[in-house]
């Protein structure tokens, strides 16, 4: 069943994106719509009923969007499911976001949830979300300005306690110069820090990389444009490595259609993992089992991600990402990383939406895997995986009958061990834009 649904996934993907990365490369007009509904919810086999309010509202370049979800046991006279308000971001978690402006503008800033978020060319933080552990969502914060000549990418992962924070001050020396090409070459250092990756203040356990970057825009205009770039990283007491790369876009073609396209080279030393701030970090970050990485040592119960840095040699490896759009109704993205000669390396992301094109269907979907050696692990849901997949259907005008399918993992802390988690939605929803 599960193989089954993850193809379904797939398929999805394949035929037919609605996350941060993807408005990042084709920014979209941002729009008022109400969003609410009714209906159940299975978690790890346990009925809910459950209710959903999570309208979005736009004044000029102010957004806010609202995620309101209670579960009500069906099996415990209708008690209301604590777990999520009371850990994570609690109360504030009704809050998705609240933003000024949109990745790109002079001035970004988004305060909530954080979905596929990058720093400069994702060499050291790419694709990373907050909301891996769905239940316990964090309030993050992105900061993001540029002047023209200098500017500066920020974020941290939780203001309710510091653990993600990072930071990109990039320079355009040439930038008032009229000089072809050259003027817009942007050099970048990058500063990411997990100050408490076990949730223990006690022990002495932070991460740091810090890294350097040049990028040459050659074309920038609103038809095409196409980049060059390296990357160096460093992991703090561990290796370092370097990237080569190049992107191309045409975003959106006689409004027809839009193509995106990177390739990256990557080179690692010893003790180094490129994008090491990814899209399940937030569920890499503690303790987990050596099996995980691919490991058989049993004299070690559980090990961080920095210890297994320890057992990573020097090798190289690829990093590709294709995205696109037609007539801005069907939207898709993926990309894939492989280190060679490196069992189980491949991490793949991928992000679909469809919006009207079939008449009256709406699909969603993101999914994002670690580990991947074989096909099979692409279609394998496992603790390494984070799948939501969405269909709905119009029967009358604002009213949608959707499923949702959610996998994840989180923290079991009566066994103190990692558990997957599934969830099937079904329910009436009122979607109205205004």
Avoid at 275 to 304: G, K, V
Wanted: glycine share 10%.
């Amino acid at each position: 069943m599960k193989k089954a649904l993850v193809l379904l996934f797939v398929f999805c993907w394949i035929f037919s994106t609605h996350a941060q990365s993807f408005n990042t490369i084709f920014p979209e007009q941002q729009q008022n719509q109400f969003d609410g509904g009714l209906g159940m919810t299975w978690i790890d086999g346990q009925p809910y009923t459950t209710f959903t309010l999570a309208p979005e509202f736009a004044f000029g370049k102010l957004g806010v969007g609202l995620f309101i979800q209670l579960h009500f046991s069906n099996n415990d006279n209708f008690k209301l499911r604590k777990i999520g308000w009371e850990n994570g971001a609690g109360y504030w978690r009704m809050f998705n976001y609240i933003r000024w402006g949109i990745k790109g503008d002079p001035l970004y800033v988004r305060l909530g949830s954080l979905q596929a978020s990058y720093l400069g060319n994702g060499f050291i933080m790419g694709y990373y979300s907050n909301m891996a552990d769905y239940d316990n969502r964090k309030l993050g914060l992105i900061i993001d300005f540029d002047m023209g000549s200098f500017g500066m990418e920020s974020m941290t992962s939780n203001l309710g306690r510091l653990e993600i924070i990072g930071g990109r001050f990039y320079y355009r020396p040439l930038h008032t110069s009229e000089m072809p090409i050259l003027s817009n070459l942007e050099v970048g250092a990058t500063y990411v820090t997990d100050i408490d990756p076990d949730v223990n203040r006690d022990t002495h356990d932070q991460v740091q990389e810090f890294g350097a970057d040049v990028t040459l825009p050659i074309m920038k205009n609103e038809i095409f444009n196409w980049a060059i770039y390296t990357d160096y990283a460093k992991i703090n007491k561990h290796g370092d490595g370097f990237a080569f790369g190049m992107r191309m876009g045409l975003p959106n073609l006689v409004g027809v259609f839009g193509l995106y396209a990177k390739i990256e080279k990557r080179i690692m030393n010893k003790e180094f993992l490129p994008t090491y701030f990814n899209a399940i970090y937030e569920l890499e970050r503690q303790l987990l089992p050596p099996s995980y990485y691919n490991l058989q040592d049993t004299r070690i119960d559980d090990m961080t991600k920095e210890d297994y840095l320890e057992t990573v040699g020097g090798k190289e490896g690829i990093f590709g990402e294709l995205a696109g759009h037609i007539l801005g109704k069907i939207k898709l993205l993926g990309s894939y990383q492989y280190v060679q000669n490196v069992d189980n390396s491949g991490l793949l992301h991928l992000e679909a939406k469809s919006n009207d094109f079939i008449p009256n269907v709406l699909l969603y979907y993101t999914y994002d895997k670690g580990g991947i050696e074989t096909f099979e692990d692409v279609y394998t849901l496992d603790y390494r995986s984070v799948a939501v997949a969405e269909i709905g259907y119009k029967t009358y005008p604002f009213l949608y009958v959707t499923l949702r399918y959610r996998w994840n993992f989180y923290y079991d802390d009566e066994t103190d061990s990692y558990k997957p988690q599934e969830r099937f939605e079904p329910s009436v929803r009122f979607i109205m834009e205004f």
